[in-house]
């Protein structure tokens, strides 16, 4: 498992010699965009790295892009792997200790999702400050790779503190309107029925969707820190009449993204 992460380090480092990107960037449904303003920008698409595996959804490109970002040097994913396209977790922890060894400290996850919110419909934007993990499984399931961080660990400030104090700081001057709160992860791949949404409610969810956790679990094991904004692409299942469709994370999720840029500059700015 150590090797797979190790391999594909190699292989990207050959790509794009003497670069040492500071922040890692994961780009979710419909986000992709935001790579194509990374300046010297090398591409790899992910069917070229060791270990690294296609994506198969709509609106996740599938390429991994080395370039700088306002100046900060950093790597980007765009497009994610799910557990319901079928992968295990040695693809997770592939992904995500690749940015690590590649030399990253600072992980920005993005994502869409549904809100449990009528007054934060589509088109917001929701920084995350904590998770619950639905999904029913576990990336570090298996023996615990002491190279990258010990077998327990805790899961107090998944989410750092002091990034999120600086996206807020960042959102406030760009005057862009930041929601805050508690991200469900589901395994998916349906939608949630408008009972699943309401048990949700009660247990204090904000947001829901069928990604981030895993990766986010990787990071904090091997010591990388983490923020993470949703792009809310709709209100969750039963909450209005629409059916919901992918089709609509995509359309939603490419709106948000403007914002969502805009929020990622300013971010490094202040790295
Ligand atoms: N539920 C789960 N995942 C999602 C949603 C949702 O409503 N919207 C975008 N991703």
């Known amino acids: 498992m150590t090797e797979a992460a190790f391999n594909a380090k190699t292989f990207i480092q050959k790509q794009k010699p003497n670069f040492t990107p500071k922040l890692g960037l994961i780009l979710g449904s419909g986000l992709s965009e935001i790579a194509t303003s990374l300046e010297d920008a090398t591409v790899i698409p992910y069917g070229d790295i060791p270990g690294f595996i296609q994506t198969t959804i709509s609106g996740h490109a599938g390429v991994l892009t080395l370039g700088y970002l306002n100046g900060v040097p950093a790597v980007c994913l765009q497009g994610r792997i799910h557990y319901y396209e079928g992968f295990n977790n040695e693809t997770v922890k592939t992904y995500i200790r690749t940015l690590k060894l590649l030399g990253a400290e600072i992980l920005f996850l993005t994502n869409a999702a549904g809100s449990l919110h009528q007054d934060v419909p589509a088109g917001n ?13 576990n990336p570090l399931i298996g023996p615990n790779d002491e190279a990258f961080g010990p077998r327990f660990f805790g899961m107090e400030e998944a989410y750092d503190l002091e990034l999120r104090e600086l996206l ?7 005057e862009l309107h930041l929601a805050q ?20 409610r009660l247990l204090g969810v904000d947001a829901v969707g069928m990604s981030t956790v895993p990766e986010v679990i990787v990071a904090r094991h091997c010591g ?4 993470a904004v949703s792009a809310i692409t709709n209100l969750a299942a039963g909450m209005n009449k629409e059916a919901l469709t992918h089709e609509d994370t995509l359309l939603h999720g490419q709106k948000a993204a403007k914002i969502m840029q805009k929020l990622i500059f300013g971010f490094t700015k202040g790295l």
């Open 125 to 137: 934007l929701m920084m995350i400050t904590d998770h619950i993990n639905f999904q029913g499984h």
């Open 168 to 174: 807020t700081t960042v959102a406030k001057n760009l």
């Open 181 to 200: 709160g508690i991200y469900a992860a589901l395994l998916g791949p349906m939608f949630e029925t408008p009972a699943e949404i309401r048990a949700l």
């Open 224 to 227: 990388l820190r983490v923020v």
